[in-house]
């Protein structure tokens, strides 16, 4: 019998006006593991990690999370389910006008009955972990960047999730607040027996802390294998990405009409507009 992942994506497929981001896709993310999403810039990673939240829905096929599909969820079902997973966007963003303290304690207010005595010693624990109890009255403006993500991934593990997303976790962060961070996620992932799911486009750093990747290209699942199986694939496309070369099977363009066609007919409204002009 096959085992079901606790993120399985059946035949999804979705679209961005009439660009197919992705093509009837299917993917099973193991419990307990680390599964890194890679690919080059808008492969649609992002999209990927937003349709397993639940922010975007498919347009064909179906994500389920837990063993339940999402789209059959109404809003405080998915709300419950939500409670059960972290995320931690691009971008971040702490509150700016709250403290550390304040911006873990956030969502524990927001989604909790803790008393007060619970939720300080919960925030407390949870700032223990990624190394800023000390910090817990500064504002975010008086910390670094790297601190800033710390806090954020304080914020996210508050509510003690089953699962976490991570969107591009370690982006210009320097060598140490990186490595500072990927022993984080790994630790965090081992002691709350987390599924986390982290989209990365630097190889070295995606295999370090990966026990599979997802390889997203032309709209597909190119691979999805340990890092070593990706490391010494034959697949054209896989050892492109792999070994950074610019273009090949997956193209460098953004998809768009041939350049001499799209030369001539600019030119030709140039034209036009200038003629509209005199
Ligand atoms: N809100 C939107 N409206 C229209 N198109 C969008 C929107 N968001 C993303 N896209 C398009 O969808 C594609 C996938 O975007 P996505 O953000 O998922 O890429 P990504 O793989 O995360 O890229 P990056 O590595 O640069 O973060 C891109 O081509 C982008 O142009
Ligand atoms: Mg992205």
Do not use: W
């Not at 350049?259 to 034209?271: F, G, R, T």
Request: glycine share 8%.
């Amino acid at each position: 019998m096959a085992v079901n992942g606790i993120i399985e994506i059946h035949n999804l497929s979705f679209f961005r006006g009439n660009r197919a981001i992705f093509k009837d896709i299917d993917v099973s993310i193991a419990a307990g593991k680390i599964t890194v999403i890679m690919g080059p810039s808008g492969t649609g990673k992002t999209t990927l990690l937003r349709l397993i939240g639940g922010q975007l829905q498919p347009h064909r096929g179906e994500v389920q999370l837990f063993g339940e599909n999402i789209a059959q969820l109404n809003r405080k079902q998915l709300n419950q389910l939500r409670g059960r997973m972290g995320v931690l966007f691009q971008s971040g963003a702490l509150f700016t006008d709250l403290t550390v303290f304040e911006n873990v304690a956030f969502p524990l207010r927001e989604h909790t009955q803790l008393n007060d005595m619970q939720l300080h010693d919960r925030v407390l624990l949870k700032l223990e972990a990624v190394g800023l109890r000390g910090a817990r009255d500064l504002m975010p403006s008086h910390l670094s960047g790297g601190m800033a993500r710390r806090v954020a991934l304080a914020r996210a593990v508050a509510l003690e999730p089953e699962i976490i997303l991570y969107d591009e976790p370690f982006a210009g962060q320097d060598p140490i607040a990186m490595a500072v961070l990927q022993r984080l996620i790994k630790d965090l992932n081992d002691e709350m027996r987390l599924t986390s799911v982290l989209v990365s486009h630097d190889i070295a750093e995606a295999c370090a802390i990966a026990d599979r990747i997802i390889l997203l290209g032309e709209g597909r699942v190119l691979a999805h294998d340990t890092p070593e199986a990706l490391q010494t694939s034959t697949d054209p496309a896989v050892r492109q990405f792999m070994h950074g070369e610019a273009d090949g099977v997956i193209p460098f363009h953004f998809p768009a009409p041939p350049l001499a066609e799209e030369l001539l007919c600019d030119h030709a409204s140039v034209a036009d507009n200038r003629g509209g002009l005199q």
